[in-house]
């Protein structure tokens, strides 16, 4: 992981090899060890295989970009570990990078639509106002609360317990404590998400090498091995007919990624969840079954998810309160609660990590399921 957050002046493939090289060396291994790499080239596309030459890499037998935006850190790892088993390569890095923040102008500038021109049926949705991720989202989640029942006061419970969780990482760009009326007064950005119900905007990178479990037994870091996964890409049609804002791709990826790893969710410890959004972990916990469709907003404000709760959710702040580099955050907070390496906010249990990625809004999904023990055991 390199500095995460407002840090200026580099390029996104200047964190991409300095992400890179670190997690080589994390791991007790040189580049020249690395045979594969996968790129996640970020929104603007600013990083990609092109990265192989920046790294100075020679004989990579296997070398691709993954493109499934937030869903696509899971998706390496998945890919990863089949070609690892396939016998395609042996040690794979996969990298996230990105720079979206630019010195001296707002996060809301950082993802702002680009110019390009719409046209037809295109250009109803931004024509209706429909013209950034908040305004989406907020569809999505007036959608759940017309259903059932949700309220702002529950998704404000999401950020507080996100927030309790970040006091206690140092690597969190947000770390003085919150509390629900601080999230009831924040503005509104699009109606019913106020501003601390979205996620933060940093630049940085972050990378992980995966290679085979009895090569990770000799390496430097414990590991941290893949029991299960799935994927989910909903495709929802845009007509009233669609499950939009009320069912998840959690919904498909999550039970897949358990019957993989053959254990339920009654067995996970530890949640992390990508949360761009408030509405987006609770809309996750229910479609993986951590409690029943449409009771996700009495689940979220027991306090389950906060430290001390029955339910250890995003456990370094998540993209909410700590960093935000797409699916790398909830991925990078899962192995270090499994390596058991969080220091104060680590988890006393920590044999089953469940992780998401989503995508787009709502429209891809990604799901590890990781332990600190290998599967056999």
Not at 216 to 242: F, I, M, T
Not at 275 to 286: M, R, S, V
Request: glycine share 12%; net charge negative; with cysteine.
């Amino acid at each position: 992981m390199t500095e995460l957050g407002r840090v200026y002046g580099r390029t996104p493939a200047q964190f991409a090899l300095e992400a890179v090289t670190g997690a080589a060396a994390d791991a007790g291994l040189s580049l020249d060890d690395i045979d594969g790499l996968l790129v996640n080239p970020g929104v603007g596309n600013d990083t990609d295989l092109r990265l192989q030459s920046t790294l100075q890499l020679r004989g990579l037998r296997l070398l691709s970009t993954v493109q499934g935006f937030g869903s696509s850190a899971i998706q390496m790892v998945q890919y990863a570990s089949m070609a690892i088993s396939a016998g395609m390569a042996e040690v794979v890095a996969c990298v996230y990078a990105d720079a979206p923040l630019k010195e001296g102008k707002g996060s809301g500038a950082a993802y702002a639509g680009g110019d390009r021109a719409l046209k037809g049926v295109e250009s109803l949705p931004a024509a209706a106002g429909l013209k950034s991720a908040p305004a989406r989202y907020a569809i999505a989640a007036r959608r759940h609360m017309e259903a059932y029942g949700t309220t702002s006061e529950q998704l404000g419970a999401v950020a507080v317990a996100a927030r309790q969780w970040a006091t206690m990482n140092p690597l969190a760009q947000m770390r003085e404590p919150i509390t629900l009326a601080d999230h009831q007064n924040s503005r509104l950005i699009a109606d019913p998400l106020r501003l601390l119900d979205c996620c933060l905007v940093s630049n940085g990178a972050i990378a992980v090498i995966v290679t085979s479990a009895d090569r990770a037994a000799d390496l430097a870091q414990p590991p941290v091995h893949v029991w299960g996964w799935g994927q989910s890409h909903p495709g929802y049609p845009n007509h009233r007919d669609s499950d939009f804002g009320l069912v998840s791709g959690a919904a498909q990826s999550g039970p897949a990624a358990l019957r993989m790893a053959g254990v339920t969710v009654d067995d996970i410890d530890i949640r992390e969840i990508y949360d761009c959004f408030t509405y987006t972990t609770l809309i996750t916990l229910e479609d993986y079954g951590f409690c029943a469709k449409g009771e996700g907003g009495e689940f979220v404000a027991s306090g389950a998810l906060a430290p001390g709760g029955s339910h250890p959710t995003n456990t370094g702040g998540g993209e909410l309160s700590s960093y935000y580099m797409w699916g790398m955050t909830p991925l990078s907070e899962a192995v270090i609660q499994a390596r058991g390496q969080a220091g104060q906010r680590q988890v006393a249990k920590n044999d089953l990590v469940m992780v998401s990625g989503n995508g787009g809004v709502l429209d891809f999904h990604a799901t590890l399921v990781v332990s600190p023990h290998a599967r056999n055991a």
